[in-house]
Every structure is written in structure tokens, then in C-alpha cells.
């Protein structure tokens, strides 16, 4: 398998940095953590905009770093960089930015070709309009355009939606996740919005203070007992699911998640789909029996294990399952009361019902 391992140790003025990961070349990797931990610094070690001596770099079987030894400068690394803010040519039109960026890799044919750019990303009504008159999210998409038109073998996305308003960055998530659906570059994704890694990261590096505190697929790191993740007030699990049925009548769909099946909102698409869905802590409560069919207007009561619990602040617990009879599916997290963990007489290796009020469709399909 493909993969990236990376090695980024030293001090920038009062920061002290050292960060190592091993991740699938593929995919969306996000570089998550609290601001200032150094993500942005990781960044451009990997463009080589930032050099530290010990320092080692492999992309795919390529060494672009080893120490002092070796170092392939920034303009020789097949990145594509996206910042926070698009800087675009405000007198050029959208085709003269994005032919800007358009390199040729000789002897190669295009990873990546115009017209699938304009598709992928639809460029196609803003092609001939200056760049000065797009909004926040059209001067976005031009940017990630002119970013993989450079042909690049990793593109580098800086916190890309930070600067959009919340209706602009609704718009281009559904483009990143086509990007994700539809190319095969990998992507390094620099966030500190759990919601949008949940939506588009594949594997998670968890950064803290200059260090990376955990590595490893987004779905494990966040139900991890051991690190942060599940202790934030918006606490949540994402997992894979297939579409299994559609009721069009109901406006429902039945999707197989590792462990269960699982009632979600809307026409999920045809039997066989593959979606990606978010369950909130706070939208799971537990029973020791299972309900009748009438006695509870939650679709979703499916059996699980109880595999740890912890208190969150004085009144709360959150209470770690993995789906299924035997407990060897997904896993889940719950945010109940302390008294209902009592009254219940709740404890870890415990079989339960989860009761699931919201189950949120992530992707588009
Ligand atoms: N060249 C440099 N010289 C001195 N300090 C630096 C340098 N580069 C980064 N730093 C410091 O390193 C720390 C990490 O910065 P970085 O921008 O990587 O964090 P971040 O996790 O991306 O934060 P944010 O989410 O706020 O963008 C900061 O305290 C920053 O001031």
C-alpha cells in the first residue's frame, strides 16, 4: 500500500515541533488540533516551504526529504497548495487563473484534464468572468482548480472554508466531497472543525502542542476512550453504511452499518450505495430491553455492547458501545445522565439497546 511517512522535528522560534505519521497515500487526511499545535507548520514542511534539518519526507515511494542529505525544493514537489483565502489574479478570467496553475508533466498524460476540473467543480458558468467579481466560494472552487490542474501528486488544503460564511461553505462541501469520490490524489486537509473532517477525512492526525498525539482511521480516533474527541460537547461517530431498501413513501431509507441496520431520513440512493452518516452522543440513549414494535416513535433501537464509560462534567456520562448482539460492530458513543447510568445500573461489557434519535447523512451519495 501507498503510503506517506513523515518525520518534522525542530524549533521555530519559541515552537517546538515534532511531529511523526504514517498515512495512506490516498484519501483525506486530516491534520486536526486546537489553533497554534502546528498544523499549518506541517504543511509547509511537506511543500518544503519550511525546512528543518531533522526532517524526512516519503510520498509514495519518494524521498523529498532525508535530513540534511536530501531536499527537494519547493517548486520541485508535486503539491498543489490551497489556502485559507483564494489569492486569484482579480484582472484574469476564471479559465486565464485556472490555465495559470495548469502544468504539463512530460512524458506523462494529464493526472488530472481541464474539462474534468470545470466538471468536477462547476467552473463551467463562471469561465469567462473576471475572478474580482466571484464570491467567496466560486474564488474557492477556482482556487482548488488551479491547485490540481498543477497535476499534483498531494494536494495541501490550509483550513480551505475557514474564510466562508456558513451558507458558502454548505455550497463547496459537496465539491470537496466529489474530489474525495472522483480523484485519486490524496489530499492532506488542515482543519480545526470537527464536523467538516467528519464529513470529508478518511484518516485522522490528531495534533496537540507540536506533537501528533494519535494517528489512524477518522471512525476509530473518534470513539478512542483514550483521547479527546469523544469528550467534546459535540461528541459524535461516523461509519460507513450501504443502502439496503427505500421506502419513497415514507421519504425513508434502510442502510447496513458493521453491526446493524439503521432508519435514516431522505431517499439514501439505490440498494448497494455506499454513505458515509454521523451520529451525535447526544442523539443516543440506551434501554436494557429492546421496544416493542408501537411503543416508541425512534426507529432506530439496535443491540449493543457497553465497552467503557466515563463521566462528562458532574451530571453526564459517555458511554462507549460497539454495535451489534456479540459487540463486534461499529462503534457508537451515548451521552446520558449519570442518574439514568445508575438507575439503570449500566456497566462496561453489558449488553443494551441504543436508541438513536438522529442519524445525519453526511455526503451527498
Ligand atoms: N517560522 C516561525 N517562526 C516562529 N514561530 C513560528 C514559525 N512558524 C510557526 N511558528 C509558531 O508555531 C506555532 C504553530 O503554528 P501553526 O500555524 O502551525 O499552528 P496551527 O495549528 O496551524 O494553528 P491555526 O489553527 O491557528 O492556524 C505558532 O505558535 C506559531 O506562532
Redesign the pocket.
Known amino acids: 500500500m501507498s503510503i506517506i511517512t513523515a518525520l518534522f522535528r525542530g524549533r ?4 517546538s515541533l515534532d511531529a511523526r505519521f504514517d498515512v495512506p497515500a490516498r484519501g483525506v487526511t486530516a491534520l486536526f ?10 504543511l509547509r514542511c511537506v511543500a518544503g516551504l ?1 525546512r528543518l534539518s531533522d526532517a524526512a519526507l516519503r510520498v509514495d515511494g519518494d524521498v523529498w526529504q532525508d535530513g540534511r542529505r536530501r531536499f527537494v525544493p519547493p517548486h520541485r514537489r508535486p503539491v498543489g497548495y490551497v489556502f485559507q483565502e483564494a489569492s486569484l489574479f482579480p484582472h484574469l478570467s476564471v479559465t486565464d487563473n485556472l490555465r495559470y496553475g495548469q502544468k504539463r508533466v512530460r512524458g506523462e498524460t494529464d493526472r488530472v484534464a481541464f474539462d474534468d476540473v470545470v466538471a468536477l467543480l462547476g467552473l463551467a458558468r463562471l469561465l469567462d468572468r473576471p475572478t474580482a467579481v466571484l464570491s467567496g466560494g466560486e474564488r474557492q472552487r477556482v482556487a482548488i482548480g488551479r491547485a490540481l490542474l498543477s497535476q499534483p501528486r498531494l494536494l495541501l488544503m490550509d ?1 480551505p472554508l475557514s474564510a466562508l460564511d456558513r451558507a458558502s461553505k454548505e455550497d463547496i462541501l459537496p465539491y470537496l466531497e466529489r474530489l474525495h469520490d472522483t480523484l485519486e490524489i490524496p489530499v492532506l486537509y ?1 482543519s ?1 472543525d470537527i464536523a467538516e473532517v467528519e464529513r470529508l477525512a478518511d484518516t485522522l492526525v490528531l ?1 496537540e502542542a ?1 506533537r501528533v498525539r494519535a494517528v489512524g482511521p477518522l471512525a476509530d480516533l473518534l470513539a478512542d476512550p483514550t483521547l479527546p474527541l469523544a469528550r467534546l460537547p459535540e461528541a459524535a461517530e461516523v461509519m460507513e453504511a450501504e443502502v439496503v431498501a427505500v421506502d419513497a413513501a415514507y421519504g425513508l431509507s434502510t442502510v447496513a452499518v458493521p453491526g446493524g441496520r439503521l432508519v435514516v431520513p431522505g431517499v439514501a440512493g439505490d440498494p448497494g450505495t455506499r454513505r458515509r452518516l454521523r451520529i451525535l452522543a447526544a442523539d443516543v440513549s440506551l434501554r436494557r430491553t429492546a421496544t416493542a414494535e408501537g411503543e416508541s416513535s425512534i426507529l432506530n433501537v439496535l443491540p449493543a455492547r457497553i465497552t467503557g464509560a466515563e463521566p462528562a462534567g458532574n451530571h453526564l456520562m459517555t458511554v462507549f458501545l460497539a454495535l451489534g448482539d456479540d459487540g463486534t460492530g461499529a462503534p457508537l458513543l451515548a451521552r446520558i445522565t449519570r442518574k439514568s447510568w445508575d438507575l439503570l445500573g449500566l456497566a462496561p461489557s453489558q449488553p443494551v439497546y441504543a436508541m438513536i434519535k438522529g442519524v445525519a447523512l453526511l455526503d451527498r451519495g
Open positions: 521555530l522560534g519559541g515552537f488540533g486546537p489553533s497554534g499545535c502546528g498544523k499549518t507548520t506541517v519550511t483550513e488542515v480545526h495534533m507540536g
